[in-house]
């Protein structure tokens, strides 16, 4: 048995009424199966063309004429040109042709001097004199500036103390010492002799408590190879036993 068999097994549910009225007000009429776009918009279909079936080969006889749609409706003469807007008199003085525009009367170019050119002596300058001064010794060479007035005040109110050297966390944090270091283990370089092997392990002494304990193992079952032949079979299931 289930929770579901025991607490809610028992008779059908309660059907609701129909909401179907006894009396029908709507008047009786054939049904006629038709629809307002299939009575509105019935199909239409236009005219098919022929269907036009090439020749397999060459075509002969009939006469080609050997004109077209563009050459018989616009075959004609040339069209007509159109009068020149020109003026057969004209009121503006004759002049000749000088060839000047605007920015080259204006903004004639001008070219500035041209600088001589300096020819390196191709072997060392002997003579002359060599002056050795430049122009930022020339315009700056002078005195030293002057040295603004130092802005610390010349009596301090602040009293004296000798210089301690510490600090807050000096003084609150002081260093505390470490811990006690372990001795260094120093492995034999050889096989190691004598001395007596425990063969335990902390796990071992810890956690070693009875043998591991195992679930009931099911038995096995073996399928028969053959048909299965004798016994009797109930044909009942756990589902329509319970539900």
Do not use: C, L, W
Not at 24 to 48: L, N, Q
Not at 54 to 81: K, Q
Not at 143 to 153: D, F, Q, V, Y
């Amino acid at each position: 048995t289930t929770t579901y068999g025991n607490d809610f097994m028992g008779g059908a549910a309660e059907r609701s009424a129909s909401a179907k009225p006894k009396q029908s007000t709507i008047p009786s009429h054939p049904f006629d199966g038709t629809t307002s776009y299939g009575a509105e918009f019935s199909p239409k279909r236009g005219d098919r063309a022929e269907k036009v079936v090439r020749a397999s080969g060459p075509v002969s006889g009939g006469h080609f004429d050997g004109t077209t749609t563009y050459g018989n409706d616009f075959m004609g003469g040339a069209a007509e040109r159109s009068a020149s807007a020109k003026p057969k008199n004209s009121t503006i003085p004759f002049h000749p042709f000088e060839g000047t525009t605007s920015y080259a009367a204006e903004f004639s170019p001008k070219r500035g001097d041209r600088a001589e050119k300096v020819v390196r002596t191709s072997g060392p300058v002997s003579g002359g004199h060599f002056d050795g001064a430049t122009t930022y010794g020339n315009d700056f060479m002078g005195g030293a500036t002057e040295r603004s007035a130092s802005a610390k005040p010349k009596e301090s109110t602040i009293p004296y103390r000798p210089f301690e050297g510490t600090t807050s966390y000096g003084a609150e944090f002081s260093p505390k010492g470490r811990g006690d270091r372990a001795e260094k283990v120093i492995r034999a370089s050889g096989p190691v002799s004598g001395g007596q092997f425990d063969g335990t392990t902390t796990y071992g002494n810890d956690f070693m408590g009875g043998s591991p304990k195992r679930g009931d193992r099911a038995e096995k079952v073996i399928r028969a190879s053959g048909p299965v032949s004798g016994g009797q079979f109930d044909g009942t299931t756990t589902y329509g036993n319970d539900f």
